[in-house]
């Protein structure tokens, strides 16, 4: 989130209807259509500071520029998501690589999907949508943020949404060893 002082400091999960005019919004799209779909919704929120990102060099200007608290990329319009995901989420250059992401794309195949959910996505979204279903993934991705990960093979929020068993413990570790002991 931007700076602020005094009592407008708040993380984003504990930001309400007044607070989220703050947020600066960066809305990648070269269809105009859309970005006033965009504006809409946001703007229905609450949140006023939208930016737009015409293409990939405008993009990373206000990347570097700008203190950006949400991201939303219109995939292949105006450029591959999925990779600008990847750029962003590698850390390997000066971009603020844990922005939210909000992935929207007409691409409803499976690996597209994955792919973009693999590179570091906050939430994803397929067109057509309604504004109901814009609105309800805007709040998961500002409200309801997951943990952010920064491992050797994947950086992003955590790809697993819940936990079966309500717990915090990590089995993933103890399962595959688990196999490895029943193989041998």
Do not use: C, W
Request: aromatic residues 4%; hydrophobic residues 40%.
């Amino acid at each position: 989130m931007t700076e602020k002082s005094g009592d407008e400091t708040a993380t984003l999960t504990e930001l309400g209807p007044d607070q989220l005019r703050v947020l600066n919004t960066l809305v990648i799209v070269d269809n105009l259509p859309m970005l006033g779909i965009f504006r809409t919704v946001l703007g229905e929120l609450g949140i006023r500071n939208v930016i737009h990102g015409r293409n990939a060099q405008e993009v990373v200007h206000t990347l570097l520029s700008e203190p950006i608290d949400l991201i939303i990329v219109d995939d292949y319009a105006p450029l591959d998501g999925v990779k600008f995901l990847k750029l962003l989420r590698t850390g390997s250059n000066k971009l603020p690589h844990a922005v939210p992401v909000m992935f929207v794309t007409a691409v409803a195949e499976r690996e597209r999907i994955v792919a973009a959910r693999d590179a570091g996505a906050n939430e994803i979204m397929l067109k057509p949508f309604t504004a109901a279903q814009l609105r309800a993934r805007l709040e998961t991705t500002v409200k309801k943020p997951r943990e952010f990960v920064e491992a050797a093979a994947y950086v992003g929020p955590d790809r697993r949404r819940r936990r079966d068993d309500n717990t915090s413990v990590e089995r993933r570790g103890q399962e595959r060893g688990d196999a490895r002991d029943r193989r041998r």
